[in-house]
C-alpha cells in the first residue's frame, strides 16, 4: 500500500491563515450582521495601475495574433522582464545582479517553500521566532524540523533565534551555527528592519560557517529609513552566502496575478556546486513559468510612470500604517512596526494572550486580526495587523478597536 510523506502528519493544526479565516467565518455564520473588517491577512485592496493594465492588455492582444502568440516561455521567466528587474530593482540602487542571476516565479511563498528541494534533508535550519509559518512548515514537510513539541510550540530541529522587544525584534546569530538561515526583512510579522550594519554581521557569519541565507525582502519597497538595505546584495559579501526573495504582489498589488522573483548569484557554491545550477534544474523540471501577460504587467512598473503610479498606492498604504499606529497609541495601546513596513505589531494587553485577543477583537470591534503566537511561541501576546485595507475601513477599524479601550 502507498505510504503518504508522514512528515505531514506532524503538522500542528490548519495553516495558519487558513485557520484565522476559519474562525472569521465561523463568527460570521452565528453573526450575519456583523461589519467584519480584515486587517488579517497581508492581502492588498488597490487595484492594479494603469500602466500594468495597458501592458496587460496590449499582451492579451498580441496572444490574438499569429504573430504575437506566445506558448509556453522560458522557465526562468522572459528576457524583458529580468533585464527590468536588474536594472531598476538592483543597477538602479548600484548593485550588481545579472539577468542570469534572477528566476521569475508565481509567488516568494512558493520560492520560498520550494527553495528547501535543493538543500539536503540533514541541514539544520535557523528562522526567527515570531516567523512567516511558510519556512517552518515547509522545512517540516521535508523532514529538517524534527519533531513538533506541542507543549513548547517548537520543532526540536530547528534553532529558533527569538526576535522580542528586548532585542528590538532583531535575531541574533544563534550560538549553535545552523546551515540554513531565513531572514525576512521588512519583517513579517512584526514590521521590523534589520539594519545595514546588522546585516553586514549576519552575511560575515554565513561566510564564515558556509550556511546559506535565504534573505525574503518581499516588503522591500515599504523601506524609508535610511540605513535600511533594499536588497542583501547591497551588502559585500552577500553573493557568496544569499538567495534573495522578492515579490511584485505587495509592491505593485499582484496578489491575485502571481508574479515574483529569487535570485541565486553565480558566486554562491556549497561543494562544489553553483546553487544557481540547481535551482535552474529545479524550475525547469517542476515550473512552466509565470504566463506571458502577467510578466508584460509586471515589468511596466519599470517604467517611469509605472514607477510613479505604484509609488502612489504604496504611499496610500503607509498613510494607513500611521493612521494605526497613531490611533492605537492614543487608545494607550502599544504597537511596533509600520514605519519601514506593511505590518503592525501590537501588544495585547498585560494577561491576554493572542488568540484571546483576536477573539475579543473580532467579536467586540468586528476587526480581524492575525494573532502572534500562530507565528511562533514568542510572537505569544501580540496580535498582527495589516494596512493593505481601504482607508475608510481602516479608519473605522482603527476607531472600533480605541471604542474597546476607552
Ligand atoms: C501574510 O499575510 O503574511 C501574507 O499575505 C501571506 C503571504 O504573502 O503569503
Not at 500542528?12 to 484565522?20: A, C, H, M, N, R
Not at 546559506?212 to 536588497?231: G, M, N, Q, R
Not at 504566463?291 to 498604504?317: F, H, L, M, S
Request: charged share 25%; net charge negative.
Amino acid at each position: 500500500m502507498v505510504k503518504v510523506n508522514e512528515n505531514f502528519l506532524k503538522l500542528p493544526g490548519s495553516y495558519l491563515f487558513s485557520e484565522v479565516a476559519r474562525r472569521i467565518n465561523a463568527y460570521t455564520a452565528v453573526h450575519p450582521e456583523a461589519k467584519i473588517i480584515k486587517l488579517s491577512i497581508g492581502d492588498v485592496t488597490r487595484p492594479l495601475v494603469p500602466e500594468v493594465i495597458k501592458a496587460m492588455h496590449a499582451a492579451v492582444e498580441e496572444q490574438g495574433t499569429i504573430e504575437g502568440f506566445h506558448g509556453y516561455g522560458p522557465e526562468q521567466g522572459y528576457e524583458f522582464l529580468r533585464e527590468a528587474i536588474a536594472q531598476g530593482d538592483y543597477a538602479a540602487r548600484g548593485v550588481d545582479v545579472q539577468p542570469g542571476e534572477i528566476f521569475v516565479s508565481d509567488g516568494a511563498k512558493s520560492d520560498c517553500g520550494n527553495i528547501g528541494d535543493i538543500f539536503g534533508v540533514d541541514n539544520v535550519v535557523a528562522v526567527c521566532d515570531p516567523v512567516y509559518p511558510v519556512y517552518v512548515d515547509t522545512n517540516a514537510m521535508a523532514g529538517r524540523a524534527g519533531e513538533y513539541q506541542e507543549a513548547l510550540g517548537k520543532w526540536n530541529r530547528l534553532i529558533y533565534m527569538p526576535c522580542v522587544e528586548e532585542n528590538g525584534f532583531s535575531p541574533e546569530p544563534p550560538k549553535e551555527i545552523p546551515d540554513i538561515i531565513y531572514l525576512c526583512s521588512p519583517n513579517n510579522p512584526t514590521g521590523a528592519v534589520i539594519s545595514r550594519e546588522k546585516l553586514k554581521v549576519w552575511v560575515d557569519y554565513a561566510n564564515a560557517h558556509g550556511s546559506v541565507i535565504l534573505y525574503d525582502s518581499a516588503y522591500e519597497a515599504f523601506i524609508t529609513s535610511e540605513d535600511v538595505p533594499h536588497t542583501i546584495f547591497e551588502i559585500d559579501g552577500a553573493r557568496t552566502c544569499a538567495i534573495e526573495f522578492r515579490s511584485f504582489s505587495k509592491t505593485a498589488g499582484f496578489t491575485g496575478n502571481r508574479c515574483a522573483y529569487t535570485v541565486v548569484p553565480m558566486d554562491l557554491e556549497r561543494g562544489g556546486v553553483k546553487l544557481n545550477t540547481l535551482w535552474n534544474r529545479r524550475q525547469t523540471t517542476k515550473f512552466n513559468g509565470v504566463p506571458y501577460v502577467v510578466q508584460r504587467g509586471a515589468a511596466a512598473i519599470y517604467t517611469k510612470e509605472g514607477r510613479k503610479q505604484i509609488r502612489a498606492n504604496i504611499d496610500y498604504y503607509r498613510a494607513n500604517a500611521k493612521v494605526i499606529r497613531e490611533g492605537l497609541a492614543s487608545a494607550g495601546l502599544t504597537c511596533f512596526g509600520g514605519v519601514d513596513a506593511p505590518y503592525i505589531w501590537l501588544k495585547t494587553p498585560e494577561g491576554v494572550g493572542s488568540w484571546e485577543f483576536f477573539d475579543r477583537i473580532l467579536a467586540e470591534a468586528n476587526v480581524a486580526t492575525t494573532p502572534g503566537a500562530g507565528f511562533g511561541p514568542s510572537g505569544e501576546g501580540y496580535v498582527r495587523l495589516t494596512t493593505f485595507g481601504d482607508a475608510e475601513d481602516t479608519r473605522t477599524a482603527v476607531e472600533r478597536v480605541r471604542n474597546m479601550f476607552q
